[in-house]
């Protein structure tokens, strides 16, 4: 069964402090990973994809990796900044039939910036 | 920017009532979708739609129809509402074959 798990589910750290979410996934076949940013009351926003073949991609503080062979990928935001609270959610595209995609969506780790 | 804008960002109904989400997308989109997000899961599959007048079943169909009668407007009915249907609606659009989604803001729907 294609799943998409994400730890932790909630998350409190000080501004400034750097922290790290993980998404493990077992999808197959793959076609990409998305991280995005969902602000209380608002709609998903897209932060970064990767592809298969490619291991890190950055967006500014954040800067997801991805491992294809153990199937895990972890999203780290650098110095944080009150407005990096938000829920963070990782999915994972699925090919469809007739070159379309199905997300399979994990729920989210909820994370807390404290001044 | 593509805009994809909900009709609603709050509302209140009653057991029993007919309910309409409605959401358009200003970018051509083919592809548009409806999902529901409770606390603690993912974002859950409704139905979706890749073409005017098609409509396919999502993961939790049941209780809920669509509408496409045009490209730009994509319609989620709630036939008969109950108290369990009490969520936050996103819908989303994007290109026919690409992944990226842009979602509109929610509408947080509350069955009473």
């Known amino acids: 069964k294609n799943q998409v798990e994400q730890s932790p589910q909630s998350l409190i750290i000080l501004e400034g402090k750097n922290c790290t979410l993980q998404?493990?996934?077992?999808?197959?076949?793959?076609?990409?990973l998305r991280w995005y940013k969902q602000d209380t009351g608002r709609g998903p926003v897209s932060l970064t994809i990767?592809?298969?073949s490619e291991n890190t991609k950055s967006n500014g503080r954040y800067t997801a990796t991805l491992d294809a062979d153990t199937k895990q990928s972890s999203l780290h935001i650098t110095a944080s900044q009150l407005s990096d609270s938000a829920s963070y959610i990782c999915?994972?595209?699925?090919?469809?039939?007739?070159?379309?995609?199905?997300?399979?969506w994990g729920a989210g780790t909820k994370l807390i910036i404290k001044p | 920017d593509v805009k994809v804008t909900q009709s609603s960002r709050y509302l209140v109904k009653r057991t029993g009532e007919k309910v309409f989400l409605e959401c358009v997308q200003d970018?051509?989109?083919?592809?548009m979708f409806w999902y529901r997000q409770d606390p603690g899961l993912g974002l859950r599959l409704i139905y979706f739609?890749?073409?005017?007048?098609?409509?396919e079943k999502g993961d939790i169909p049941e209780g809920y129809s669509v509408s496409r009668e045009k490209k730009e407007r994509f319609s989620l009915i709630l036939e008969s509402a109950s108290t369990n249907q009490t969520s936050m609606y996103l819908c989303?659009?994007?290109?026919f074959g690409q992944g990226g989604y842009t979602f509109g803001s929610g509408t947080r729907l509350t069955v009473v």
């Open positions: 989303a659009s994007s290109f």
């Open positions: 970018m051509d989109h083919e592809n």
């Open positions: 739609s890749y073409d005017v007048k098609m409509k």
């Open positions: 998404c493990n996934y077992t999808v197959s076949p793959f076609s990409n």
């Open positions: 990767m592809t298969f």
């Open positions: 999915v994972v595209s699925v090919p469809w039939e007739d070159s379309n995609y199905q997300l399979i």
